[in-house]
């Protein structure tokens, strides 16, 4: 079976602290690819990034980090120096490339940016 | 290039009626996914197309909710005898195809059932 957990459930900081988000998955799936999705209030689920499971390279972009970390199948989310538009849910997601098309989503970490 | 379009933003009905969803992915994406989000709640799998063929049906996908997609472009997504436990956001997705694993989304149609 696929899950993804995502134990924090809300996160608050002030503007300009780092943020960690935590992703935690389980596959069975020898390739899988591993996804970051934003929310914002608006509603639309927004695609961040998607790491493969062959590519243990971290990631930067910006302000946005990723740690893709097999041995503890955790795919992790910093942001550094939050800014308050960071406010949103954020959603971790696997994919088995073995099975099906689906994504399977965690259920989501809100991050609230205070001034 | 336009995102995904869905069709109505929001819709409240009365238990029973039935309702009808429209999906407009990106243009030339041949695989399209339904997903239901619940509140606090990420989305879950409903079903998905590659171009007008049915593949994939979620258990969710109970005998009152079809989904077509008859031409290989646009999608319908249809509740029939809506109960109040369907009330949530319904997520369309679409993706151009083989070799692209992340999928777009639209910005969902919110279902009231009252």
């Known amino acids: 079976a696929q899950k993804v957990t995502q134990a924090q459930t809300e996160i608050s900081v002030v503007e300009k602290e780092d943020v960690t988000l935590d992703c935690v998955y389980e596959?069975?799936?020898?390739?899988?690819?591993l996804f970051w999705y934003k929310q914002p209030p608006s509603g639309e689920l927004v695609f961040l990034i998607r790491?493969?499971?062959?590519?243990?390279q971290n990631e930067i972009s910006g302000r946005y980090s990723w740690n893709f970390q097999k041995s503890t199948s955790s795919f992790n989310f910093t942001i550094t120096a939050s800014q308050v538009v960071d406010s949103a849910v954020y959603f971790c997601?696997?994919?088995?490339?073995?099975?099906?098309?689906?994504?399977?989503f965690g259920s989501g970490t809100r991050l609230l940016v205070r001034p | 290039d336009t995102g995904v379009s869905q069709n109505p933003r929001h819709k409240i009905t009365k238990r029973g009626q039935n309702v009808t969803f429209r999906c407009d992915p990106i243009?030339?994406?041949?695989?399209l996914y339904w997903y239901r989000q619940t509140l606090g709640q990420g989305p879950e799998f409903l079903t998905y197309?590659?171009?007008?063929?049915?593949?994939?049906k979620s258990r969710l996908l109970s005998d009152r909710f079809s989904a077509e997609r008859p031409k290989g472009s646009f999608s319908t997504l249809e509740i029939q005898r809506t109960e109040q436990g369907d009330s949530a956001m319904y997520l369309c997705?679409?993706?151009?195809?083989?070799?692209?694993?992340?999928?777009?989304f639209g910005p969902g149609t919110r279902l009231t059932v009252l």
């Open positions: 596959t069975r799936d020898t390739t899988y690819y």
């Open positions: 997705a679409s993706t151009p195809g083989q070799g692209y694993n992340e999928q777009f």
């Open positions: 197309f590659q171009n007008e063929a049915q593949l994939e």
């Open positions: 243009s030339e994406h041949n695989r």
């Open positions: 790491r493969n499971s062959f590519d243990e």
């Open positions: 997601a696997l994919k088995g490339a073995d099975s099906s098309y689906k994504l399977i």
